[in-house]
């Protein structure tokens, strides 16, 4: 936004009015040095233009176009994926395993997750990894063992395509489509997924600034995306005492300011157990509509990040946490 000056305005008294408002201003000179007006900068807070333009000194305002109009459009309105709705009224607990390993375990960790209110199970068949030599998944057949314990206990799923070749197998089989933090900016992938018209988490990149979440999004919905759920799964910091940097201020910028529905993924957020169960309740302090978390029946077994995974009995003290309804 930009805010001009009345040619008598004392320049400092409009700065001290503005900034006692919340606004972040950044002072515009001419040639001769002389404040002709601000610039209100991004993280400052909302204010009703009428309460602007009756501060003495001030003329005009000039709003800058939205970049991400068609995310605008979806701003305070709940996402309904066949019949559950992400609210933060009701928050939602999303758990599985990072990647599936076996159709018994699937089998059993759906079970435990639907016992603890869970209502989307999540599982990687496709699984990105940093080393080429570490386990990426079991692929297409893994995506039939969770849709199969999925349909059992009732429950969504939510896995990652990580391909535009696998895309429409994906998008046939799971309820939300996701779309990993390294592939955020893929946009050739985001197309794609947009054109299966589906839901989409779109996790947030371990480097990229709200605005470039925000345009991915756009990308999704340009395209054709039914809804968008935005996953922060931390970013990337400088301290190593947690895996990554979970940022609970655009957790509640996306949720209070914007109205979009927000997921967290404490679990690679921090990389350890014992932080899960407070990173959870804070995020649905912060607005989030749900948490999404790792569970397996034998972390020392899991086929990839087992030391964040949860037991079955931590996963239901979480639930509990959450107030969600547990089956004894």
Not at 297 to 307: H, R
């Amino acid at each position: 936004m930009l805010i001009n000056l009345t040619s008598t305005a004392d320049a400092n008294s409009v700065k001290k009015a503005l900034t006692g408002l919340g606004l972040w201003l950044e002072t515009l000179l001419d040639q001769d040095g002389t404040a002709t007006g601000f610039i209100v900068k991004g993280h400052s807070t909302p204010v009703d233009p009428e309460k602007i333009t009756a501060v003495d000194g001030v003329g005009h305002i000039f709003k800058t176009e939205s970049q991400h109009p068609k995310v605008d459009l979806k701003c305070h309105k709940s996402v309904d994926v066949g019949g559950l709705q992400f609210r933060p009224a009701a928050p939602t607990l999303i758990a599985g395993p990072c990647s599936i390993d076996s159709e018994e375990r699937i089998e059993s960790i759906a079970s435990q997750v639907a016992r603890a209110g869970g209502k989307v199970l999540r599982g990687g068949a496709y699984k990105p990894r940093t080393s080429p030599y570490s386990f990426s998944g079991f692929g297409a057949p893994a995506l039939q063992w969770m849709r199969r314990a999925a349909d059992r206990h009732q429950l969504r799923i939510v896995t990652e395509v990580m391909s535009e070749h696998d895309v429409k197998t994906v998008a046939d089989i799971t309820d939300i489509v996701q779309v990993g933090s390294r592939n955020m900016q893929n946009f050739a992938l985001l197309r794609q997924v947009g054109e299966a018209k589906k839901c989409v988490m779109l996790k947030r990149g371990r480097s990229a600034t709200v605005s470039e979440w925000l345009m991915a999004a756009e990308y999704l919905y340009a395209s054709g995306a039914d809804s968008v759920l935005f996953c922060e799964r931390g970013i990337r910091g400088f301290d190593n005492e947690t895996r990554n940097l979970i940022d609970l201020g655009a957790v509640a910028l996306l949720s209070h300011h914007y109205g979009l529905p927000v997921i967290v993924d404490p679990s690679h957020a921090a990389g350890r157990r014992d932080l899960v169960v407070p990173l959870s309740k804070a995020s649905i302090a912060a607005g989030a509509v749900g948490v999404m978390v790792e569970v397996h029946p034998d972390p020392s077994t899991a086929l990839s990040d087992g030391p964040q995974a949860l037991s079955y009995e931590t996963l239901r003290h979480l639930s509990k946490s959450l107030e969600l309804e547990c089956i004894e």
